[in-house]
């Protein structure tokens, strides 16, 4: 679908006042051909909108106002002309969706808001901003929980790859269910930047896919302020960023006088509208401006003072007395917007009724996505135990077996990887990729828009940040699958986390998880990691320890609507323990994998390591007649939601016996749950894998002596004595036993 | 110092085999004017290269012999002509730095080094790559601790950062040190890189700030041969890489026959020499070259098999049967290398020796420098406890008290901020912008290469991967400050990871930790990433209480001359306390702040949560009749790393009392010692500072009954029955006590 004309004329059904074409893309200087006559009221709506941001910001001294200030003509282009929306229903599914990448300046989102008339932003939120208030709709950065916000952004850059996300999710979708005459889905998505987002390695690369993506229906809006908190932008960056962004495959569109010139603005993004790659808009505007601290770094994060805010005030020709001052003229300015969202609306429902009429089946599915529901039948594709490899199998293939099956029968899966389709196993059958079809056509290679299987490139950060883009367009449309090395989760970090702060479920495939992933060495590793995702809020990190567990950690994963899963998987083939393994193990974080009720201690084992578990276990018993029971242990924070009562069950504290952890990772946290572990102390090294475990101790032959002397001391001194008393029995740093 | 004809015959004194001096710079095609007159040795040399390598991978069936094999003419242009080192003495100061950022190859750099007389890299050690022995000099990935590695890469786009790092160490030291007529400091630095170092954002972010500073003195070679993991790279990436990069200030060459064109990149290299800009050098090569793998993602990471390996041989007209052949010429024909760098690093002896003579004073502090030594009064910069603060001071602001002096006095201080100037209280006295002259001139702003104070832009990641490689140059030669808010260090994470994992001590200033940051909200309010750094090995991850606490965490950073210490501080006032905070304390990790013989429980403190533990043991004394003793934890791992005595010195396990943390982080970790806490089961809130500590139950009125309750129960059930029962006294997740 390349966008044109009756493209856009199509789009603008919904009247949008403005049908004008611009007639220049990609132009240096800004583009004429439309004047929208009411310059007088955008000055009064400019001037209004700035104190009010001063005054906002100075009720509670502090805050940002500059950037906000600076981009009042881009907020008018946007909400009074040229954005797709509806304030009475935030949510309705076509609309534009428009992502403050720099969230800082969060008051131009909700004082727009609240001009237009989102319900929930009243004169009393809004006031709310920085205040004590715990129920405010106004926190420091935009957050999703809130209505009109589709992402929640601040730490910088992460907006960017969020917008590419929403876009893909309707080019993906229009591809998929737009049929002629019939377009239920074509929304845009606007971006806002400030000096930042490109500084950002994770901005650049989303910018690099959406410019090989052709994602026309993306256009950045850049705040180019050129100040950050160090003063002038050029004090670290100096770059020709329009040349580099046409070199990443984006139209450019300069705006110079974007403080004020509305018109200019609404050319540009209706110049994007109609682009044929994704739009950069390079807006020239002025920090603080109005203020003393006008283009200045002081107008960046803190109030302007009393003082100052009167002088503004005075500046603009208003009454200086007067705090948060909007007159009815500035309000009416805005009065047409509501019911043209809710025109805008009722066409889309009126589209999506005569769809169904014509496409029934087609319907039926896309309604199911747009509920953002999981096709009914989707357990039949989880394959049951017996169907699942009884050979040593590595868990990473397991997760291709469950995983592929799911990604070919549910329409909502999105399948990616960050360069590694040979390593993750994902690629399934009839995989189509997602591609533009120009590029597909360029290239002679496969794929277009409704291709489910994405080719992230060598970019763990963006995809991660991308994909939760792709579930924040509408929580439950889109299931995404993100892949790579448990190791290079660690680039991916801060999308992984604003992915458990927002709540956007997903999967995550962490393969070549701990140092049984072997010649590559310490780099390729994971050591602290873990600790970081177990730690996380509405994280779940699951290590499964065979393929049954990996089912069961797919079930989890896929039943928690709300939070994002990590399943990190082992390189190396694994034994299968079907006769103990459990799915409904797994869904309760940790279980009794081999009971023995004359048992003498406990040994938790996880993931990889399991199968020195269970052969120490074994040694244990026949070279020293010591009783061991295992504990499955795949995940603490499933295993922290139950009940006191299954917890005792499963790790028996009250038996009074000692318990140890088995795991080639560092131990922190697991202090919790055992008495001594078996652990990592330092970083890994470059060996075969299973030379790897040796190497570091995770050798049954080894263990078991320390797990007999360690028994040995608990049965003398009794278990109260381990106390304050935690036992490391390898590594340099543990005392004790080995002292 | 401008690059200039006189600079490069000046650093071609050495007697480098090429004088002459290529004729165009910036060219789209390869440049002309020299023919090197070896046409067939390089022939035989590329052969018998590329036969080995995969005779290498093929012995242990692993490895990654394509793009090493592709990249072979670029290594006879580097090692034969162009670089400037010594076999003899791998360290020698001056040398050019060489960094393989796609450290997969690096069967590319052992096998040179073996050929050019390395002494580590004896055959029997270049055949150990992927072998089961523990004594490897020739692991997956290279190795900074092993002979011709400048720093460890494997994780893509690191080296990038940093070579820009170690480009940036020449250059201070060159602005620095420099005389006319004395140049002590002139180096290169190489940085190979493969498809996917400039699709990964740490890469693109140092790309950046390499053309802002102009460094002339950097080349990045792109070894393109076009092929990922996935398959043609174009598959993801398919923006114009060459524009892109002369958008970011770097002057480009293209090399299209890289495969066997040495010539053509001698030139390149040496246009790169004495360019005005950094360089990149776009290589064509052939991943798999020869082997039937050739052009395709299969010759990335597998070996060939026994057959098309002996069909590679034949191929090249060698013979199959022979396996790790290199004949007498192959090695004569390097044999001039280990000459000509002995005689390199004579002339630089003899330059420095005339320096120090002319420059008496200078070159003390040079030499100082060379052997990376702090200056020997570093620690009377340091203040004492009476001339720190003793009013309420937000901790950030006692660094800057501590670092600022350290700073204007200490030349291997280099202060560096991710654009936090106003709020990381690192500019100092006198202080002067490391900025390109140029920059400066054009700009009219200050700084030049002589400047310790470094604006890296809002690009964490870089930063603190720039950071390693300014201190990889030479170890102890800087010591780099970084500086952000703690929470956008998870940015950072892979660069600070590789940071501690290569053992290059730095500071890492984290500023506005925990949720006393307020009102940027939960996206600014760090939770789980403690665990991260307290998980991580080598890094010291300390949390000060106060400005005398701040001073010892500065002086345990400065004494840990092969880890990186983060100290994490807070954006509000803390309270200070120098009757019981310890700079000597600090150092061991925990100590006793207020001690009480006859306590009923031991409540642990930790950096700006101290404030609130204080005020709760006097509330329990007040209100409840329990006396509580504090201790002060500043450092896990320094604990540690203390007697076992010292440990019960400090906790008091045997006394039977129970143990509280407080802290405003996820609590994971802190089991070890504790047996309760006060922590952070979810994410923040968009709150200010005071209100969102007591939001989630940070206030004494609150803890102390709390506290209480726990205390009574285990009076009731006995110290024993808190075993497997770690309390959670706040949160949705505890269990016990509120249940």
């Known amino acids: 679908m390349a966008p044109s004309l009756e493209y856009y004329e199509d789009i603008s059904s919904g009247e949008l006042p403005i049908k004008a074409i611009p007639t220049k893309i990609n132009g240096v200087e800004a583009i004429s051909g439309l004047q929208l006559d009411q310059t007088d009221k955008h000055d009064i709506v400019l001037k209004t909108f700035r104190a009010f941001i001063a005054d906002l ?102 907006g960017v790859a969020n917008a590419v996300g929403l876009a893909m999710a309707t080019k993906h979708l229009g591809a998929t269910y737009n049929r002629p005459g019939h377009t239920v889905v074509d929304n845009m998505t606007w971006c806002m930047i400030g000096d930042a987002c490109l500084q950002e390695g994770v901005g650049l690369e989303a910018v690099s896919l959406a410019g090989h993506w052709k994602l026309n229906n993306l256009a950045i809006l850049y705040d180019n302020n050129n100040i950050t908190c160090d003063g002038s932008a050029d004090v670290a960056c100096t770059e020709d960023i329009n040349t580099k962004m046409q070199a990443c495959g984006w139209n450019v569109i300069d705006v110079y006088d974007g403080d004020h010139n509305v018109t200019g603005i609404v050319q540009a993004l209706l110049t994007a509208r109609i682009s044929q790659k994704p739009t950069f808009i390079n807006i020239r505007t002025i920090i603080g401006i109005g203020s003393s601290a006008t283009n200045n770094a002081k107008a960046h994060g803190a109030a302007f003072g009393v003082q100052d805010v009167a002088q503004i005030k005075k500046n603009f020709g208003l009454d200086p007395e007067k705090h948060f001052e909007i007159s009815d003229d500035v309000y009416s300015f805005f009065d047409d917007v509501k019911h043209r969202g809710e025109k805008l609306e009722a066409a889309w429902n009126t589209t999506v009724e005569d769809y169904e009429v014509q496409y029934p089946a087609l319907a039926k599915e896309f309604k199911l996505r747009v509920q953002g529901k999981m096709p009914e039948d989707w357990t039949k594709f989880i ?116 992915g458990a702060l927002q709540g956007l479920q997903q999967i995550h495939i962490a393969t070549h998880d701990s140092i049984g992933t072997g010649e590559d060495g310490p780099t390729h590793q994971p050591i602290a990691l873990p600790a970081l995702y177990r730690a996380m809020p509405n994280l779940l990190y699951i290590r499964p320890c065979d393929s049954e567990e990996v089912a069961g950690a797919f079930i989890t994963a896929i039943e928690a609507t709300s939070t994002p899963s990590i399943i990190s998987l082992s390189r190396q083939n694994l034994t299968q323990y079907p006769q103990y ?98 652990s990592m102390k330092s970083f890994g090294k470059s060996l075969p894998g299973a030379v790897a475990y040796k190497h570091f101790g995770f050798e049954p032959s080894v263990m078991a002596p320390k797990i007999k002397g360690f028994v040995d001391h608990v049965k003398l001194e009794g278990v109260e004595s381990l106390r304050g008393d935690f036992r490391d029995l390898n590594g340099s740093m543990s005392y004790g036993l080995e002292h």
């Not at 727009?112 to 405010?136: A, C």
């Not at 997760?399 to 690629?427: K, M, Q, R, Y």
């Open 57 to 158: 910001c100075q009720q509670f001294g502090g805050g940002h106002p500059g950037g906000a200030m600076g981009m009042a003509a881009i907020g008018i282009a946007l909400y009074k002309y040229v954005m797709k929306y509806s304030p009475t229903n935030a949510g309705y599914f076509n609309r534009d969706r428009f992502v403050l990448s720099n969230g800082h300046t969060c008051l131009f989102q909700y004082l727009f808001m609240h001009l237009v008339g989102f319900k929930s932003m009243t004169m009393e939120q809004l006031k709310s901003y920085h205040s004590d208030r715990t129920d405010s709709l106004a926190p420091g950065h935009p957050e999703i929980e809130n209505e009109g916000v589709e992402v929640t952004t601040g730490p910088l850059g992460q």
């Open 383 to 498: 394959p049951s135990k017996d169907q699942l490899p009884s050979k040593p199998t590595a868990s990473r293939k397991s997760a291709g077996i469950v995983c592929n099956s799911l990604a070919e029968n549910a329409s909502n899966f999105l399948i990616g990887t960050a360069d590694l389709t040979p390593s993750v196993n994902l690629a399934y059958k009839q995989q189509q990729d997602f591609q533009s079809p120009d590029f597909v056509a360029a290239c002679g290679m496969t794929g277009d828009y409704t291709g489910r299987y994405i080719h992230y490139g060598i970019r763990e950060h963006a995809m991660c940040a991308i994909s939760n883009g792709l579930v924040a367009f509408n929580k439950g449309t889109f299931l995404p699958v993100t892949s790579t090395f448990f190791m290079f989760y660690i680039y991916a970090a801060p999308a992984v986390r604003m």
């Open 581 to 678: 393994s459990s799915r409904e193990g797994v869904q309760r974080g940790a279980y009794v994998f081999i009971e023995d009720s004359a048992a003498d201690v406990t040994l938790i084992g996880i993931g990889s390591e399991m199968g020195f578990t269970v052969q120490t276990r074994e040694l244990l018993q026949k070279e020293y007649n010591i009783n061991a029971r295992v504990v499955s242990f795949p995940c603490q924070r499933l295993f922290e939601q139950q009940s006191r009562e299954y917890k005792e069950s499963v790790l028996r504290y009250k038996s009074g016996k000692p318990i140890v952890v088995i795991e080639a990772y560092a131990i922190n946290g697991w202090e919790r749950y055992a008495d001594a572990g078996i």
